[in-house]
């Protein structure tokens, strides 16, 4: 009997094209950038031999912008022009940024976009502005060590991101004008890092404390396949309020008023910092704070006073982690591994709750500041096409439920938390009164009943709907959440056939007018017009589809009749000449008519793909 | 679906239409199946094809979530053989039942002031989980004996029982988190 054939995936790299692929940790406190070379995953270090870039930006009047450790070091001094912590923005409204707290050192700009915007010396920026100029510098670190254009790269988002910061954060890396070729969840991309060193199988769960976030994820290991089972946490909890609640303890200590100035404020918190990292290896850390009057405070933080400062935060994330065990319906025993990420995992009362709690001691081998990066540049490497037989793939899940606004204010949630991604889901609604052509679709976020309650991604409107009796119009909504955890959502109205579909944008994310006017603004672009790199990319785009179909032909063409060879092979021969040309509207136009040609025969080579992956699979089992 | 597979979701699998199946196996055959049309396999692909493999990745996961969970699967399986549920309009009217579901909501309720509110609570859930075990039991028999619209019927208080196990769920949370 002759052997069924596995068709391979759906890439048309060539052979021995090696692409130049990066890996990003975009983070709170420090990002770093990650590559692949001679199969070994490592952080990149800049000129200077440093691993980590502080994700501080400090604009300049004149219009230069310092990155890093540069710009930290001006914190102090010019504290309303040095942006840190910038990631505790994305994707968020000014009415979250109040709930942020008081504390945060900067001047918002009132304006009529629901983008906060931030007052410097260089102009107003936006939270996607100023990521995107971290990841300019990463993005030239990798670019000069690696000796070449990066074709594409993973970001790195906490799993408990929700729609708006995912956007924001994709927003940020195409600013910076990157191929963002996947958002990873932080977690998962740990656990790759760890996963394949060891070739790992079962259940590991990921504790990930950072500067400013928190996410637990469960997973399972299954021979390549990392399938997040469960994820939960916290968006705004990380390293960043244990320095919190030392600076208020210092401040108590201290007699300083809730009232001071920013310096003090940032003193105090440069202090804390300190004393915590301190206390990683000591008992206990002498303080030293220079107050408003002149005068020097000085005091003592011991081990025990700081363990119990930060008792209540670190029980707040074990909360979370007997959540995300239930979610994954698995208990505390089952658990193989636990892997710890992010800086905050080095203070030691955080590894003995956590060893406790898993009743286990975590692993801690691979540096935690590290991990994360490492692991996205082991996936940026498989997408990139350089590892076409590897077989990772990563499962990831939806952190969030997503649902729609119905009569009296209550959430209807379409995807529940913890959905395996993609995923595509439909419900119907109706007309409420007689004649109505009009409705309006309001997208929520959240786990709670009332709309109130949950977070809001937005709102659209289905017009033109035919006027009929209540109750007798169907309009089936559709959404969609592609493999970053990214929504689309679609309404069209069923009984008449006709269709009226929308793509939804978060209400805190950027327009996409907004995005093209920051491309045009910034000085990656400033010598480059827009025409030219819409040209670019049709022209990309143009060699992805041709390469792909021709591939497809030379493999499947007997699936097609003659004439169906003729339809596509015209179109296809009309793309490849208007390729030559300068008009990206008339490329687009080529794709178009041919992705159209050809939507049939890729449909049927899919279903081709899937019966045998598991005819293939079959056979092996009853060989 | 709409990504163009319109075999039914026992058939992606590769397995036998019937209530009881290989857990495993199903496992097994979800992540070939992942592993060929997850969209990042088609990174590099033309934005159409990265589109298909979205909807092709997303019906794949509805599937296999459909067959994985039991109650799901139930229901799936009778309306593979024509059953048609339209729960806007049918309720189960078993009047001994609907006293059940009454007594166990309210003892749900009661938790919260009850002296040793943890024990309380999972004492409900275990009884809510045994009495989910044995109505499936009783549903696959109903299946075995081709009684499909008994088997709905089960299907229908099975739906009742499961949005309590949520309920009771959502309350163990609360609990937890008022520690």
Not at chain 1, 256 to 261: I, K, T
Not at chain 1, 331 to 336: A, Y
Not at chain 1, 387 to 390: E, L, S
């Given at each position: 009997m002759a052997l069924l054939q596995i068709s391979e995936p759906g890439q048309s790299t060539k052979p021995h094209e090696r692409r130049l692929a990066a890996g990003i940790d975009l983070g709170t406190t420090n990002s770093l950038v990650a590559s692949v070379r001679s199969s070994l995953a490592d952080t990149l270090p800049s000129e200077t031999g440093e691993h980590l870039l502080p994700s501080v930006v400090h604009y300049l009047a004149d219009g230069e912008v310092m990155v890093g450790a540069a710009a930290k070091a001006q914190a102090s001094q010019d504290p309303l022009n040095t942006i840190a912590s910038i990631k505790r923005l994305m994707g968020r409204g000014l009415g979250d940024i109040k709930h942020l707290g008081s504390r945060l050192p900067y001047e918002f700009t009132q304006t009529d976009s629901s983008v906060p915007r931030i007052k410097t010396v260089a102009g107003d920026k936006s939270p996607v502005e100023v990521s995107a100029d971290i990841l300019r510098v990463l993005k030239r670190r990798a670019e000069q060590t690696l000796g070449g254009e990066l074709d594409g790269v993973v970001i790195t988002v906490p799993a408990y991101f929700d729609d708006a910061q995912r956007q924001a954060t994709k927003d940020a890396g195409k600013l910076a004008g990157l191929n963002v070729l996947r958002l990873l969840n932080e977690p998962t991309a740990a656990a790759v890092a760890y996963g394949l060193d060891r070739s790992n199988e079962g259940v590991i769960a990921v504790y990930d404390l950072g500067g400013g976030t928190f996410d637990i994820s469960i997973l399972r290991l299954n021979k390549g396949i990392f399938e997040v089972m469960s994820t939960g946490g916290d968006t705004a909890l990380g390293g960043d309020d244990f320095d919190l609640a030392i600076a208020n303890w210092i401040m108590q200590q201290a007699g300083?008023?809730?009232?001071?100035?920013h310096g003090l404020l940032r003193r105090l918190m440069s202090e804390a910092c300190a004393a915590k990292e301190a206390l990683t290896s000591s008992d206990s850390a002498s303080l030293n704070i220079e107050l408003e009057n002149g005068k020097t405070w000085r005091g003592e933080l011991s081990r025990a006073q700081l363990n119990q400062l930060i008792d209540p935060l670190i029980q707040k994330t074990i909360v979370a982690c007997r959540r995300a065990l239930r979610d994954a319906q698995?208990?505390?025993?089952?658990?193989?591994a636990v892997v710890m990420v992010g800086g905050s995992t080095r203070v030691p009362r955080v590894r003995e709750k956590i060893g406790e709690f898993f009743a286990q001691p975590p692993l801690v081998d691979i540096d935690p500041d590290k991990v994360v990066a490492i692991g996205a540049a082991l996936q940026a490497d498989v997408l990139a096409g350089n590892?076409?037989?590897?077989e990772m793939l990563l499962l990831d899940v939806t952190p969030l439920s997503l649902g729609l606004e119905t009569m009296g204010g209550l959430v209807e949630k379409i995807i529940p938390r913890n959905t395996t991604i993609p995923v595509a889901r439909a419900q119907d609604f109706t007309t409420y009164k007689d004649g109505q052509t009009a409705m309006t679709i309001h997208v929520l976020q959240g786990e709670r009943e009332l709309v109130s309650d949950c977070r809001s991604l937005g709102r659209f409107s289905l017009h033109e709907i035919p006027p009929m009796v209540a109750g007798a119009a169907r309009i089936r909504v559709t959404f969609q959440v592609d493999a970053d955890g990214l929504l689309s959502v679609t309404a069209q109205e069923e009984t008449t056939g006709k269709q009226a579909s929308i793509q939804i944008k978060p209400s805190y994310g950027l327009t996409d007018s907004e995005i093209e006017n920051m491309l045009r603004d910034s000085i990656d672009y400033a010598k480059d017009d827009v025409e030219a790199r819409n040209l670019r990319e049709q022209q990309v785009e143009a060699d992805r589809v041709i390469d792909a179909l021709q591939i497809a032909l030379q493999k499947d063409g007997d699936m097609l009749t003659e004439s169906e060879v003729k339809a596509i092979e015209s179109a296809l021969l009309h793309l490849q000449k208007v390729r030559q040309g300068d008009d990206h509207r008339a490329i687009k136009k080529a794709i178009d008519v041919l992705n159209t040609a050809s939507t049939e025969f890729a449909a049927r080579r899919m279903n081709k793909t899937i019966k045998q992956a598991l005819a293939g699979h079959q056979l092996k089992e009853f060989e | 679906m709409n990504g163009g597979t319109s075999t039914n979701y026992f058939e992606i699998f590769g397995l036998p239409v019937d209530f009881e199946i290989d857990s495993q196996l199903l496992a097994e055959h979800y992540r070939e199946l992942q592993k060929t049309v997850h969209p990042d396999r088609y990174a590099n692909a033309s934005e159409r094809d990265r589109r298909m493999s979205v909807l092709q990745a997303a019906d794949i996961n509805e599937a296999f979530h459909t067959l994985k969970s039991p109650l799901k699967r139930a229901r799936y399986l009778l309306q593979t053989k024509g059953v048609i549920f339209d729960d806007e309009k049918e309720t189960t009217i078993d009047p001994d039942f609907l006293v059940e579901q009454m007594e166990l909501r309210e003892a749900l309720t009661d938790v919260n002031s009850s002296a040793d509110a943890f024990a309380e609570l999972n004492d409900i859930m275990q009884d809510i989980a045994k009495r989910i075990a044995h109505m499936l039991d009783e549903y696959n028999d109903c299946i075995k004996m081709g009684e499909l619209q008994k088997a709905k019927a089960i299907v229908q208080k099975l739906q009742f029982l499961e949005k309590l196990k949520i309920e009771s769920e959502i309350l163990e949370e609360e609990l937890a988190n008022a520690i």
């Open positions: 300083v008023s809730d009232d001071a100035g698995i208990s505390t025993d089952e658990v193989q590892k076409p037989d590897d | -």
